[in-house]
C-alpha cells in the first residue's frame, strides 16, 4: 500500500498541497485531481479517505492504514466512503441522484462523508448539473474527490467549484524500470511506458491474450498499408473491427499505430535509440524508404484526427476506415 512518503517521490507538488491542507485542518470541500493515467490519483483519494476516517493516526498526514476504518477503505467497503465510477460509457444522473440519497442520512459512523468520482469526465451533462447542485450547497463535513485525466471535459462550472491538484506525468524511464521490475518483458515495457500505463493495467495487459494479438494486428495492418499491392481495407473489415470493438480498444489501436509512425520519424532523424517498438527494427529499417519523412509526419496527423473524431463519437468503422484509406500507400 502506497504511503503519502511513497507518493511525494512521484507526485511532489501534489502530495504536498495535499498533505499541507490535512495538517493546517483546511480541507477543501471538493478537489479536482487531474493529470495523465497511472500518475497516483487514485493512491492519493485513497490516502486522503483513509486520513479523513482514520481512528488511530490524527497527529501526522499519514493514515495508520491499520485501524478499522482504514482497512475498511482499502478494500472498499467504509460505510462513508463512496466510489463512484462509468456505468458502460458515462456516469449518469441516477448515479448522483443515489449518492445524494445516501448523503441525506446522516453518516453511519458519524458525519463525515467522502466521494470520489473515477472518470469525472464521463459525466453526462444532466449529471453534471446535478452534482453542482451538491457542489453549491456542501455540507460540513462531506468531500468530494473528482479523478480525470481529461480536465478539459470538465465543466467550467464544476472545474471552478473544486479546488484543482495537478498530476505530473511520471518520466517514461520511471514507468519503464517499474515494469522491469514485475518481470514485463523489455519489448512490451517500453510500449507500456509509451502509453503511460500505470503499473496493474501493465500487469493486467502482460498476461492477456487480447494486448498479444491487439499487437500483432497492429503490425499486421502496417504491413498492408505499407504494400502498394495489399488491401489494408479489406484486413479492416476482416480482422481489425472485429478486435478492436470497445472504444478503450478503439483508442489503444490508433495509439499502438501511432507509436509505431513515430518510430519511423525517429528512423529518418537517426534517432534509433528513441525506438519503442523495440522489436521492430527489420521493419522500420525497410519501411523507412517506402514512407518519406513528411509522409510519415501526416500518417501521425491523420491518426491524431481519428482519435479525435472517436472522441466526438464519429462511427467507429467510418473513421478507421477514413484513416487506412490515408495510411494506404
Ligand atoms: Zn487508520
Not at 518483458?185 to 500505470?198: G, Y
Request: proline share 2%; aromatic share 10%; charged share 25%.
Amino acid at each position: 500500500m502506497t504511503t503519502w512518503v511513497e507518493l511525494e517521490k512521484l507526485q511532489p507538488v501534489a502530495t504536498r498541497m495535499l498533505k499541507n491542507s490535512i495538517e493546517k485542518n483546511r480541507m477543501a470541500h471538493a478537489y479536482l485531481f487531474h493529470g495523465p493515467q497511472g500518475t497516483g490519483k487514485k493512491e492519493a483519494s485513497l490516502l486522503f479517505a483513509m486520513r479523513y476516517f482514520c481512528e488511530a493516526n490524527q497527529e501526522t498526514s499519514e493514515p495508520c492504514q491499520s485501524c478499522r476504518a482504514c482497512k475498511r477503505i482499502q478494500s472498499g467497503n467504509h460505510p462513508d466512503v463512496h466510489w463512484i465510477e462509468p456505468e458502460g460509457q458515462s456516469i449518469k444522473k441516477g448515479q448522483i441522484e443515489y449518492l445524494q440519497k445516501e448523503f441525506t442520512y446522516t453518516g453511519m459512523e458519524s458525519n463525515q462523508k467522502v466521494y470520489i468520482l473515477s472518470e469525472a469526465e464521463k459525466m453526462t451533462v444532466n449529471a453534471a448539473n446535478r452534482l453542482l447542485k451538491f457542489l453549491e450547497e456542501p455540507s460540513r463535513d462531506t468531500i468530494a474527490i473528482l479523478l480525470t485525466d481529461n480536465v478539459s471535459s470538465i465543466l467550467n462550472t464544476i472545474n471552478s467549484r473544486c479546488q484543482r491538484i495537478q498530476f505530473q506525468s511520471l518520466t517514461y524511464d520511471h514507468l519503464f524500470n517499474q515494469f522491469i521490475s514485475e518481470e514485463i518483458p523489455e519489448s512490451t515495457a517500453n510500449i507500456f511506458a509509451a502509453l503511460n500505463l500505470d503499473l496493474n493495467q501493465a500487469i493486467e495487459w502482460n498476461r492477456n491474450t487480447w494486448f498479444a494479438e491487439a499487437r500483432r494486428i497492429v503490425i499486421q495492418l502496417i504491413d498492408r498499408v505499407m504494400n502498394p499491392k495489399e488491401e489494408g481495407y479489406l484486413f479492416l473489415h476482416q480482422v481489425w473491427l472485429n478486435h478492436f470493438q470497445e472504444r478503450s480498444q478503439q483508442e489503444l489501436g490508433i495509439d499502438l499505430l501511432l507509436l509505431w509512425y513515430q518510430d519511423i520519424i525517429s528512423y529518418h532523424l537517426d534517432r534509433k535509440d528513441m525506438v519503442v517498438l523495440t522489436d521492430q527494427h527489420s521493419r522500420l529499417e525497410k519501411y523507412q524508404y517506402v514512407l518519406s519523412l513528411g509522409e510519415a509526419k501526416t500518417c501521425v496527423y491523420e491518426l491524431l484526427q481519428t482519435k479525435r473524431r472517436l472522441a466526438y463519437n464519429v462511427h467507429n468503422t467510418l473513421a478507421m476506415e477514413h484513416l487506412v484509406l490515408h495510411l494506404q500507400r
